[in-house]
């Protein structure tokens, strides 16, 4: 009664803004209020951190007023959490994250607060089943002894979950996704990593568990070589839309990849895809989205980069993979390989039956697919859904509104077999309202020669047949066949440090303000780097790709989303969040201080911090009497 009584007089003199508990192994259940990050002592209590996750998320009371959990130093083996309740918004969402958050999500070492799946093959790290939850800062490793189906976080609330931060390491030949929503709408997922790690492991080969340091033999990679490319892997992410829609998804500074088509969106509207880095996509590429509408896609990087001991299973390494859209804009992205894989593509449109089922709101296999939403395909069947081929050949338009430029599609390696922009014109209607689906003002250079492009089942093996559209309409009229040029890139499979795709500091480069900026076909605001663009700044063109030529510009930007070069920190506001300041704090930066670290123009700012008076009595800067009701 006696903490009770405590932690609601301490709750009445709070702020507005929600409440933060505190977690710590060393803390205690019982003793302890969790509103301070401190372990528990009999000196100390009780104000003092709580022991337990399931305490300390008990404590975001009504959860209508939203709250943060914040977890200390230590390892959650399977905690299986149940993030519950309709949380606010705004100040009032409700938030599990680290005490530490990491300064750069690239490097394990930086993360402070880890959550593992070693024990069960079916079990979830943390289920979302509540509005307004965002999951935060976290290092979360999948060694799960069987070899399927864990779901790492699952949400299936209805709206608002935010994913951001975390590092998501999945062991090889383990299936199964790590993101998945299930008609959840208004999600965020920022600037995380993930991966299978260590990537490149071919079928039964032996290698040294980066985690435990033991050798581990004879993982089923199912029928590919590899098991990063494992065809029964699942997603890394899963945007699912079975028989529940979905809209307004934000999918920014990813870092992923090492796996079989590591991201789907099925049956939602106005996705948001930007500023992310896709390395060694298989089969269907970065992002398959199918009966989707209202897509930007703009200033990612497609990269294909297998290491030199690597069985070759790139298959058909792409950015964006589709069957079915209305409205989709694919603009200033960056495809580049270096690999042995013949196809290297930008965009694929290839109806099949598997497609029928997710394109219309008929049913595929029986029972499988109940597509509500867009159904954005107008596809009529003619035949028994099961059939393998094509059911809608004659009877649909799979799409419209296509418009793919300004991007930068290239494959160095002369024995790699790639593929240019691939489309199927024909699919979309005869007359389409303004804008009419367009490729323009690209960059392809493929010197392999095998194709440029392709379209409605033509393919065009230099990039002057792409242009000329012999039996076909003319492609990228305004585009350029050459080589680009960026300041680091090799071809040889398994080098390093040969991947950054910004133009040279020179500033001499074909893609440099060749791209189009118009009304009608708009260069992005920023880049990459979030650093503005030529075009967006009224100066006319922008250039071609994900990056920006910045004259006297330094190698690394501020405003690249990692702290590197002259960077204190990354982002503008307080610490924490998507505001990166690599650990350090008030205490850190002024001794003896406390309050709120923030960050300006990748400057740490020390004014929200203030040394509390020494005065007996007082801990944090508040009274504490001994005394409780």
């Known amino acids: 009664m006696r903490k009770l009584w405590f932690f609601i007089a301490l709750l009445a003199s709070l702020p507005a803004d929600a409440a933060v508990f505190y977690q710590r192994t060393g803390g205690n259940d019982t003793a302890c209020n969790g509103l301070f990050d401190v372990d528990h002592s009999i000196g100390v209590a009780p104000n003092c951190a ?22 200390g130093l230590g390892i959650h083996t399977n905690p299986a959490l149940v993030l519950d309740g309709n949380c606010g918004t705004g100040a009032q969402r ?20 880890r959550l593992d799946n070693n024990t069960s093959a079916t079990a ?15 290092y979360i490793r999948n060694d799960a002894a069987a ?18 931060e975390n590092r998501i390491e999945i062991r090889p030949g383990v299936r199964g996704e790590s993101l998945w929503f299930n008609g959840t709408s208004n999600v965020t997922v920022d600037h995380n990593w993930m991966h299978t790690f260590p990537g490149c492991i071919n079928a039964g080969q032996s290698y040294v568990s980066p985690w435990t340091g033991a050798t581990v033999t004879g993982d089923n990679c199912g029928g590919q070589n590899r098991c990063d490319f494992n065809t029964d892997s699942g997603s890394i992410i899963l945007f ?8 307004n998804l934000t999918f920014t500074r990813n870092d992923y990849g ?7 969106i099925h049956n939602a509207w106005t996705i948001y895809y930007a500023r992310n880095k896709c390395t060694n996509a298989t089969n269907h590429g970065c992002l398959e989205a199918d009966d989707v509408r209202g897509v930007v896609m703009e200033n990612n990087i497609a990269d294909i980069d297998i290491a030199s001991n690597c069985a070759d299973e790139i298959l058909q390494s792409s950015l964006f993979d589709t069957y079915c859209f209305d409205d989709l804009v694919m603009r200033n992205n960056t495809s580049v390989g270096h690999g042995l894989g013949w196809e290297q593509q930008l965009d694929s449109l290839a109806p099949n039956a598997g497609a029928d089922a997710r394109c219309t709101d008929v049913n595929g296999s029986p029972g499988s697919w109940v597509v509500v939403g867009p159904n954005v395909g107008n596809c009529v069947p003619v035949q028994s859904e099961t059939d393998p081929d094509d059911v809608c050949q004659g009877g649909h338009d799979w799409y419209q509104h296509l418009r793919i430029y300004n991007n930068i599609v290239y494959n160095g390696k002369p024995s790699s077999g790639a593929a240019g922009i691939y489309m199927n014109m024909s699919d979309r209607p005869a007359v389409e309202t303004p804008p009419v689906s367009i490729a323009n003002y690209n960059l392809i250079n493929l010197p392999s020669g095998n194709r440029a492009g392709g379209d409605n089942e033509v393919s065009y093996v230099s990039f002057a047949s792409w242009q000329a559209g012999v039996g076909s309409q003319p492609h990228d009229v305004n585009g350029l066949g050459v080589a680009p040029v960026f300041r680091q890139y090799c071809n040889t499979i398994g080098s390093t440090s040969c991947s950054n795709y910004r133009p040279p500091l020179s500033g001499i480069a074909p893609q440099i303000n060749a791209g189009v900026n118009t009304a009608t076909l708009p260069c992005p605001t920023v880049d990459y780097d979030n650093q503005p663009r030529g075009g967006a700044s009224g100066n006319g063109a922008c250039d071609i790709g994900a990056f920006e030529f910045q004259a006297g510009g330094p190698a690394e930007f501020c405003g690249d989303g990692i702290i590197n070069g002259a960077d204190q ?14 650990g350090e704090t008030c205490a850190s930066q002024v001794p003896g201080s406390t309050g709120t670290l923030s960050c300006v123009s990748c400057a740490f700012v020390t004014s929200g911090c203030t040394v509390p008076p020494t005065t007996p009595g007082m801990l944090n800067g508040a009274h504490v009497t001994g005394k409780f009701p």
Request: aromatic fraction near 4%; glycine fraction near 14%.
């Open 50 to 71: 709580e022991a337990t996750i399931s305490a300390c998320l008990a404590d975001i009371t009504p959860r209508s007023n939203g709250g943060t959990c914040s977890l």
């Open 94 to 113: 409700c938030i599990l994250k680290a005490t530490n958050m990491p300064g750069d999500i690239t490097n394990s070492s930086t993360y402070s607060t």
């Open 124 to 138: 979830l790290l943390i289920a979302i089943t509540g509005n307004n939850w965002t999951v935060s800062g976290f």
């Open 147 to 164: 070899l399927s189906g864990p779901r790492l976080i699952y949400s299936t609330a209805s709206t608002g979950t935010t994913i951001s």
């Open 240 to 247: 699912n839309g079975e028989g529940v829609s979905s809209s």
């Open 258 to 264: 090492h796996w079989q088509n590591p991201m789907r």
């Open 569 to 582: 920190c990354e982002g503008t506001g307080a610490c924490g969040g998507s505001v990166l300041c690599g």
